[in-house]
């Protein structure tokens, strides 16, 4: 790991260890909270041997013995490292691949691994440093969070367990000098393969001799120093409270300051996450109390030292780090929302927290979306507002009241737009969106007013676009629906709007059961 100073910060809010699955309802709003925790894997992770990871240490240990004392990028003993890890998993069936970069002067390398299952187009990424630098061989600064993710990543096989999304482990090089091999990795990556990279998970020290149990802010919970990381990074966090939670560990948060390999991935907007047992920061009294282990010590006494040797090792949060990479790569691999079910749904019938003129640049001067209870409204024989949803008693309505004429309560002067709470869809499969709409006016409208449903994420896709014309048109429920796997695995928002763009054209329009499935 990159200098960094660890700060205190306060005690994360601990994620439930199981979250209610969202399932459809015909009579109240079912929205997913996006950065909710996902629900226990339905396939439990293994427990990781301490034995194992440690074994992989001790052949770190020997490389560096035998190659200059340390595994820094440039020297013979960063390759050998290379070279150990990549028989490792190839012996068990991963398809590796060493990727190449030069810095200063010296050649360094990468090494990718996919496991050959899963969706190769939801990827879960899970990585750790493998160089030490030049002063000593690198234990626990990061033989640790190597060794860690390497044996869970050897548990694949050895536990049949068969991930629904693509699982990929990466060795990155010349970190110690600026992340280089994970810039290099995230730099050259077409933008397509970047979008198929889910969750990016890094384990940068994980057994320091006086630990501490810090977990990457996802959420920006702590409110101070950087920012949350990029939508979907509190869903990691939580996922990695969850375990220590079950095992009675506390947790804090520390800060995606940017000093370690998730850097370039959060940079370009993949969600991230991990955990960190300290390394030059000193440990505080409250922390020690939290904890255990010596206040007013650093966490990690020899970081950068030629004392980070296989002794440097505190075993007990190496072997809990180990089990939560499991507990949550296992977690994250699963879809979390079983094929052909609902991922979110609102039949109105109660509040879902759609919010209108959400950008503030409505200029309706009457009739604004609400979720109401319609009255029936008609003009000339014409019926412009139904008195009846779809299911229940409430929709979404242009001005529900009825008011004493046909003109009292319909859209008037402009647009009125309504949006969504926040909706975190799944990463695999076809995902449709369905609804039901009316849209009515009279012979004084035209093709300016309009109904238009909209699922709006980094991208946009227009599920309706139904346009007024110059003649009578009486509100009769129909159905919507639209394909938008365009969007998956992104945090998206339904927007709806409506135009009476010609002028007291009498428009009125409603939507009632708006559902996601995924299929």
């Not at 072997?319 to 979110?344: E, F, M």
């Not at 159905?479 to 969007?487: F, K, P, Q």
């Amino acid at each position: 790991m990159r200098p960094r100073t660890s700060r205190p910060a306060r005690l994360a809010a601990l994620a439930a260890a199981a979250v209610t699955a969202v399932t459809a309802s015909s009579a109240a709003a079912a929205p997913i909270d996006p950065d909710a925790a996902p629900a226990p894997a339905a396939v439990a992770a293994p427990d990781i041997p301490l034995a194992d990871v440690k074994a992989h240490l001790t052949q770190f240990q020997s490389i560096a013995n035998a190659n200059g004392g340390n595994r820094a990028h440039g020297r013979p003993g960063y390759l050998a490292s290379v070279n150990y890890v990549k028989a490792q998993l190839d012996a068990v069936g991963y398809s590796t691949v060493v990727q190449s970069f030069t810095y200063n002067g010296a050649t360094g390398y990468n090494l990718i691994a996919d496991w050959p299952a899963g969706d190769p187009n939801a990827v879960v990424m899970t990585g750790a440093h493998l160089d030490s630098v030049s002063a000593g061989p690198g234990i626990n600064d990061n033989g640790s969070g190597s060794a860690a993710i390497l044996e869970v990543a050897l548990a694949v096989p050895g536990s049949g367990f068969t991930p629904d999304k693509r699982l990929r482990f990466a060795w990155w090089g010349a970190e110690e000098l600026g992340l280089r091999g994970s810039r290099h990795y995230v730099n050259t990556l077409p933008t397509a393969e970047r979008a198929k990279i889910k969750q990016y998970l890094n384990f940068d020290m994980v057994g320091s001799p006086n630990a501490g149990y810090f977990v990457y802010d996802g959420d920006n919970s702590d409110g101070v120093g950087a920012g949350p990381g990029p939508a979907g990074s509190a869903q990691i966090e939580q996922t990695i409270q969850a375990y220590f939670t079950s095992i009675g560990v506390p947790t804090r948060g520390t800060d995606f300051d940017g000093r370690s390999d998730y850097g370039p991935f959060i940079s370009v907007g993949i969600p991230a996450g991990g955990t960190f047992t300290g390394a030059e920061g000193i440990k505080s009294s409250t922390q020690a109390s939290l904890w255990g282990g010596t206040a007013g010590q650093a966490f990690d006494p020899c970081y950068h030292r030629s004392c980070d040797t296989s002794s440097n090792i505190n075993d007990t949060a190496l072997n809990r780090n180990a089990d939560a990479i499991a507990y949550t790569v296992w977690a994250l691999a699963q879809a979390a929302t079983p094929p052909g079910s609902t991922v979110w749904s609102d039949t109105f019938e109660t509040s879902a927290g759609w919010a209108v003129n959400p950008a503030g640049t409505d200029t309706a001067t009457a009739g604004a979306w609400e979720r109401g209870d319609p009255a029936a409204t008609s003009s000339s024989g014409v019926t412009t507002q139904l008195g009846t949803t779809v299911s229940g008693s409430f929709d979404l309505v242009t001005g529900a009241l009825a008011g004493s004429s046909a003109g009292a309560y319909d859209l008037d002067g402009g647009i009125s737009t309504i949006q969504s709470p926040a909706v975190t869809l799944p990463s695999t499969g076809t995902l449709t969106l369905s609804f039901s709409w009316y849209l009515a006016h009279l012979t004084n409208a035209s093709s300016a007013d309009y109904l238009r449903v909209r699922v709006v994420g980094t991208s946009t896709v227009t599920a309706l676009n139904a346009t007024g014309a110059a003649s009578n048109r009486a509100a009769a429920w129909q159905t919507g629906s639209a394909d938008i796997s365009a969007l998956r695995g992104q945090t998206v928002r339904i927007v709806i709007d409506a135009a009476d763009a010609s002028g007291a054209s009498l428009v009125e329009a409603a939507v009632d059961d708006v559902k996601i499935t995924q299929s």
